[in-house]
């Protein structure tokens, strides 16, 4: 290692100096290296980075008076390059200078995206790192930062590729062993076997959406898909008016799919796709059927408050029920709920507590855990899933938990109920940079103390 | 120190106390008159909790009239109880001046012309009396906002479907049904509405003579026998702490609260430590500079007590922060620490400047925040947690604390180096001949130091806190999510606010570090931090709630545009180039102006 040259006086002796910037002539391999990553490594560039992050998160939090959190998240946190419409500056404008509502101006200009960013700063500080470093006390604490922000940075990455938030609705006294995987869709065409046995085929949501002429082998007919909505509304019709595509619903109102705004970043309701679909005798263009069908039909979109009637269709003789769910994924566990509480404050509608005791069987593992209690802060966490509180039926007749799996969550599956909840990256990270800054800023003012006061 | 100077910051502080003395004495209790404090501690249920009913006439009367007072006839601040007590009691005499009393707010002139009422300029309270023979207009306007969906209603649906609400509020109050004011006669059983009580106890089912207890205090006021009343309260407060002793004893502590009203006074004792901070820059620099520190002193206990009175009353130890009111009183309060603590160190009078106008201004923008209702409020089930309450909520108020304080220590910089000469000058000279400078933990080298430097030296180190306060307490918010719903970061507006406060603190250190922001930098930045700040409090709810055109209400947003606009300027102000800084100009006595800030970035 060179020693550092031409170290700028200190001007400012009461504050910490300004950090040395090594400037020697390459000389020898590991010089040229430098000589390429000083620049790189500047400061500079640091808190230039940072300022355009500091944008594309305020951009990104305008963009959500639109648009939903997954289309924000996709369009300026996990893209390399966002581009941002001129009518977020507009948006603000209409919260806080009281600009008239109407006003609508096009275009977009481009931006880099949450994932350059990110990158850029994690280049920027390792590169920083192996120009500057040099393991001494008075660093300690900046490694330690520095090494927490990459944990979370690293988080963040599992968490975006790997996570998975799924719904599970489960009445009082049923037993449930499969999840609704959130914001998904598929179109399932079930037969039934026997009394136990359905047939059940299933075109994932990603292919809806591409739209066109669907064949399979394993599908008993070919499907046209005529629209695929993002997110969509239930128009009602009375009996007499309703048009032939119309789904009847239990309370005798009859309703088709429309298609709706995505919800914005300000509600917590999951968007409920949607799809229009021909459904053609395979190879041919006969049609078998026409079908309009939205996730909101299923039983659970309503809490079971309100049932849909189910759509059938026949082909060569044999009759098969189509319907557009949430991704479903069969676990190899089961959950009974046993009982159900929703407890509000005396005379207002507020909830004081939700709590689902629940009974968890995995016959794979010989696990048998009776008489759970899961309610808000208090989740139940199994092989590597966490069960969380969500919500409920309206008529608090079951209870919808939400089952999260984040290979991030590192607890493994020995420790204990309390522990486990700590075992996460974020945990880790958040723990290696407050000690980090401790340490640092803690080193700095007994440096100034020192000086002050000797 | 002369014995004058001495005693001047004795004699302050006595005031002071004295101020708080009489304000904390209970109302005269005259036996000829009604004594309204006592039955204001009568507890009832309201909202879900139990509280004195005069924390229910206050919330109730704030919400229909933005105010916890009227005025009753000729007589002005009259309080909440009062009218409670006409409305409760209006239909048991002949001559109600419920109906009189002018306290339903119309602040929509579309909707004063839409009912025929008379334009009040500047007050826009009416009486029941005003909007007789108007109840089914407004009950049609309401019905028709009703329809309209919530995303497209405006002002003046709005208010006309709160008009309503409040009418309705008031029969209710009127005619004693939905008021739950009649405790259980044994602990776990529900509280009951006086209509239901009063007919269970008609029908034989009487569980105890509560209801006719309270009767009794409404038929004495109602019948104006000061007495009556007075004895009918008695013996309904003493059966109360019979049955609730726990519950009545706080319903006390709380009408004292209420009536001692403890940040007003601790505002008050800021503004004038301001001002006495202010003129100690002008001149009598000492006495003056330590009248304004220990006046903050005496405010900040005053502070103190009501924060721990607050936990008293919610039984949440340790929890400062349950709702965006107490986030604000909060803030103050750290404000005001730092602020006394800078003071401690540097005895330059910017310590009790800068916090004791943060303390003013946050209880200020608190109080602006009452319209939303009764403070003490339960807590929605996801937040019912004291743990991430102490420990999300208060570190990540305490980042937003070292940031405004470093922003407005930003704002000191700015303003005394353009509007006066001192910035180039040493301390020592500044404040006389260094017999206060000198003494305690001033650091002697402070004396030989320029005040922009000093001023920049307490910038960097409350930046340090701020990054460190912010950071943590943004990432604990996630694991709190993370335990409550399985995610840790969901990039809603309230994170990526607070995400935006850590980098920008961030920011301004690695500025400084490379070397790129030198003090004046530094201190700019810093104002630039307050925008920063004041979006992610307030801004990403704005523009939640700006989504909802009916209870949008655009005060917030109006006085955001003014703070975000000071800051604006000011940074203008102070990016202006040096010849416009008098005290760049102004040659300093021993070394020349500081050569630091004359080098290239």
Known sequence: MSKTVDRPPRSHPELPEVLPVAAAEPSGAWETVKWVLTPIASLRLTVVLMALSILIVFFGTLAQVDHGIFTVLQNYFRTWLAWIPFQ?????????????????????????????????????????????????????????????????????????????????????????????????????????????????????????AKGGRISDASL????????????????????????????????????????????????????????????????????????????????????????????????????????????????????????????????????????????????????????????????????????????????????????VRNPGNFAPSAAPQWLAGYMTMPVLSCLMVSLGMVVHFGLHLLGFLRRRYA | MTLLSRLVPWGVVLVGALVLFVKMSPPDDDPNRMNLYEFSKIPVMDQGRVKPIDTMARTTMLTISNRQTFKDGEQSGQPAVKWLLDVMSSRLSEKSVALKHEVFRIDNDQLVHALGLKDKPEFWRYSINELSGKFETIQDLARQADKIPEKQRDAFNGKAMKLYHDLVTYVQLSTLEDATVIPPAEAGKPWQDFRD??????????????????????????????????????????????VLPEQSQKAGFEVFFNH?????????????????????????????????FWLMVLALAVHTWALFGRMYLLNRYGVFVTNLYSSAVFIGWGCVIIGILLEVVFRIGVGAMVGSVLGALTVFVAHSLLDTGDTLANLEAVLDTNFWLATHVTVVNLGYVATFVAGFLGIAYVVLGVATPLLNRKTGEIFGDGSNVNAGLMPRAFQNMELGRVLTAMIYGILCFATLFSFTGTVLGGIWADQSWGRFWGWDPKENGALIIVLWNALILHARWGGLVKQRGVAVLAIVGNIVTAWSYFGTNQLGVGLHAYGFDDRLAVALDCFWGAQLLLIAVGSLPTRFWWSMRAPAPVRPAARARAQPA
């Open chain 1, 88 to 208: 977020v500056f507009v948006q603000f404008g209409q919260v806080f200078l009281s600009v008239p509502k109407e006003t609508h101006v096009s275009g977009s200009f481009p931006f880099p995206g949450g994932w350059l960013l990110g990158g850029l700063l994690l280049v920027n500080l390792l590169a920083a790192h192996l120009v500057r470093f040099k393991l001494t006390w008075k660093r300690s604490g900046i490694l330690l930062i520095h090494s927490g922000l990459v944990v979370m940075m690293l988080s963040e990455l599992i968490t975006g590729l790997f996570a998975v938030e799924a719904r599970m609705p489960i009445g009082i006294g049923e037993t449930t062993n499969y999840v609704d995987v959130a914001n998904t869709c598929e179109l399932a065409f079930v037969r039934s076997v026997n009394e136990q046995t359905d047939d059940v085929t299933v075109i994932p949501g990603s292919l809806l």
């Open chain 1, 220 to 403: 008993p007919v070919d499907v046209e898909v005529a629209a695929y909505l993002k997110n969509s509304d239930l128009l009602e019709h009375s009996r007499g008016e309703a048009p032939a595509d119309a789904v009847p619903r239990n309370d005798g109102w009859f309703f088709t799919v429309a298609p709706a705004g995505e919800g914005n970043g300000f509600s917590d309701k999951d968007d409920s796709p949607a799809v229009r679909v021909r459904l053609l005798k395979k190879d041919t263009s006969d049609v078998v059927g026409y079908f309009g069908l939205s996730t909101l039909f299923e039983p659970n979109a309503f809490g079971r408050h309100y049932l849909f009637a189910e759509q059938h269709f026949t082909v060569d003789g044999k009759t098969y029920t189509i319907a557009l769910r949430p991704q479903r994924e069969y676990k190899p566990y089961a959950v009974t709920l046993k009982e159900f509480t929703h407890e509000v404050y005396p005379g207002t509608t507020k909830p004081k507590n939700y709590e689902s005791t629940v009974r968890l069987v995995d016959a794979s593992r010989g696990e048998d855990r009776d008489a759970v209690k899961i309610y808000m802060n208090n989740p139940m966490r199994y092989a590597g899933e966490t069960f969380y509180q969500a919500g409920f039926f309206p008529d608090d007749s079951g209870t919808i938990l939400q089952v």
């Open chain 2, 197 to 242: 009580a009063a007919g269970a106890m008609q029908h034989g089912g009487a569980e105890s003579a509560t209801p006719e207890k309270f009767f009794a205090m409404l038929v004495a006021y109602a019948k104006n026998s000061p007495t009556d009343f007075n004895k009918a309260v008695a013996s309904y407060r003493q059966y109360a702490n019979e």
């Open chain 2, 260 to 292: 001692f009203e403890p940040f007003y006074d601790a505002t008050l004792l800021y503004i004038f430590a301001a001002l006495l901070a202010a003129a100690s820059w002008v001149a009598y620099t000492d006495p003056l500079r330590r009248s304004a």
